[in-house]
């Protein structure tokens, strides 16, 4: 537990597990006061529970952040509990991994480019006026490797369209919020072991082709992400914006 936080307020957007869980449990024990956000209740209570065994504490809200209704409510929130908001980090995502042949317009492409698009719009948003009254704030985003290249064996059409999205929105978002002093980058995370990545690492044929790319002997964890996303949220990266981060073991460097 460090202060390297210290005095600033953090949203984490699914925190309920996985990426989300890791950065909310990264940003308190670096001293940020967390408002930690999941449409998950009880993925939300388990995680404040296991902060308090450490001495710790976060604020939580359960919602749906596809619905703008719901996203208002969401900064009304942080508003009525927080006198300032410094950072915000998208890391909510639903995504569906179907090939073209299988995919479904609705049930699979809107959702998906809904879960990792709209959400991270309708929270950076909802949550500008904010911001920029703080006038040191911080925006991570939370693209993914598969916004650079294709991995072999993984039916990820919806998830490259919706993540490469996320890439090129942060670079705009870097460059409106400059003059507000808001800085936005992202971090473009490789195979990550998470309870939604877990099902698909369990295929031989898939788990091959993300071991092939990988320089570091070992998948990547929460953890991982979690440390660039304290890095970008802090003072120490007062002079980057507009930057994407590959936390990858190496994958897109070959």
Request: aromatic share 6%; charged share 20%.
């Amino acid at each position: 537990m460090t202060a390297r936080l210290a005095g600033k307020t953090a949203v984490v957007t699914g925190a309920g597990s996985g990426i989300g869980e890791g950065c909310a449990k990264g940003f308190a024990r670096h001293g940020a006061t967390v408002i930690a956000v999941d449409l998950n209740r009880a993925s939300l209570d388990t995680l404040k529970s296991e902060l308090q065994s450490d001495g710790l504490d976060i604020l939580t809200h359960a919602t749906d952040l596809t619905d703008p209704a719901a996203v208002a409510d969401l900064f009304e929130f942080v508003s009525e509990n927080s006198a300032n908001l410094d950072v915000l980090v998208n890391a909510a995502a639903v995504a569906d991994f179907v090939w073209i042949e299988e995919m479904e317009f609705d049930q699979h492409w809107r959702r998906t480019i809904a879960g990792e698009l709209d959400t991270v719009f309708l929270a950076c948003k909802a949550a500008w006026s904010m911001l920029k009254a703080s006038g040191n704030s911080a925006i991570v985003n939370l693209a993914s490797a598969n916004a650079y290249v294709a991995l072999k064996n993984s039916p990820a059409l919806a998830h490259t369209a919706g993540k490469g999205g996320v890439l090129a929105m942060t670079r705009q978002l870097a460059m409106e919020g400059g003059p507000h002093g808001i800085r936005a980058n992202s971090i473009s995370p490789g195979m990550i072991v998470t309870p939604a990545t877990e099902p698909a690492l369990e295929r031989p044929e898939l788990l091959q082709s993300v071991w092939d790319k990988l320089m570091v002997n070992r998948l990547g964890t929460p953890e991982d992400i979690a440390h660039m996303a304290v890095f970008l949220a802090s003072d120490e990266a007062g002079y980057i914006t507009g930057a994407d981060f590959r936390v990858d073991g190496g994958a897109l460097a070959w």
